[in-house]
C-alpha cells in the first residue's frame, strides 16, 4: 500500500532527475563541443573559401594561447607561403615573357624583311647574323629559365667561382653594340676586383 506508492513516487521523482540530468549534461556538452570546435570549423570553412585564384582569406587569431591558436597561426603561415610563391611564379612568368619577346620580335621583323623583299640582297647577311644572335640569345634565355626551374627544385647546384665583372660587362655591350650605334652610350673603363658568384 502506502509503501508501495512511496517507492513508486520516489522513481518517478528519480526519473525525472536523470531525464534532467541527462538534458542539463546534453546540453552542457553541446556548448563544450561548439566551443572547442569553433575554431576547428573557422579553419575548414577558410580552407573551403581558399583557392590559388584567391589567396587573400586568412582566420582571425583571437583568442587564447592554445592548440587551436598555434594551428590558425601555422595554417595562415602556410597560406603566406603560398601566396608568396604564387606572386613569385607569376611576377618569374611575366619577366620571362617580357625577354623572350624582344628576340622573337626581332627575329620575326627580320625573316619578314627577308622573305618579302624588302632588305636588298647585300644586307641579307648581315641580318641573318644578326637573326643568328637572337637565336643564341634565345637558348640562352631558355636554358637560363630550365636552370632556374632546376635550381628551385633543389636538383641543380649553384657553382660559385671568381667573376670578373669588366669582362661581363663588355661582353653585354658588345652583344647590343649593333643597336647602340646611334645613340651616345660609352663605356668607361670598370675597376671592380673579382667576385665569387
Do not use: W
Request: net charge neutral.
Amino acid at each position: 500500500g502506502n509503501n508501495a506508492y512511496m517507492m513508486r513516487n520516489f522513481l518517478a521523482k528519480m526519473l525525472i532527475v536523470d531525464i534532467f540530468g541527462i538534458c542539463c549534461a546534453f546540453l552542457i556538452g553541446k556548448y563544450i563541443s561548439d566551443r572547442i570546435l569553433r575554431p576547428v570549423e573557422a579553419i575548414r570553412s577558410a580552407a573551403e573559401r581558399i583557392s590559388i585564384e584567391d589567396l587573400s582569406q586568412r582566420i582571425s587569431t583571437e583568442g587564447p594561447a592554445d592548440e587551436m591558436k598555434e594551428l590558425t597561426i601555422t595554417f595562415n603561415s602556410m597560406i603566406d607561403r603560398l601566396d608568396g610563391a604564387v606572386q613569385r611564379q607569376s611576377q618569374f612568368i611575366s619577366d620571362a615573357s617580357h625577354e623572350l619577346r624582344t628576340p622573337m620580335t626581332i627575329i620575326s621583323g627580320f625573316v619578314d624583311g627577308i622573305l618579302d623583299g624588302t632588305v636588298p640582297k647585300n644586307k641579307r647577311m648581315e641580318y641573318l647574323s644578326i637573326v643568328s644572335q637572337e637565336v643564341q640569345r634565345l637558348k640562352m634565355l631558355v636554358t637560363s629559365m630550365l636552370n632556374l626551374t632546376k635550381f628551385d627544385a633543389g636538383t641543380i647546384q649553384l657553382n660559385y667561382r671568381p667573376f670578373i665583372l669588366n669582362d661581363t660587362a663588355f661582353r653585354i655591350v658588345l652583344m647590343f653594340s649593333n643597336r647602340l650605334e646611334n645613340r651616345k652610350v660609352e663605356m668607361e673603363g670598370l675597376d671592380s676586383p673579382p667576385v665569387r658568384a
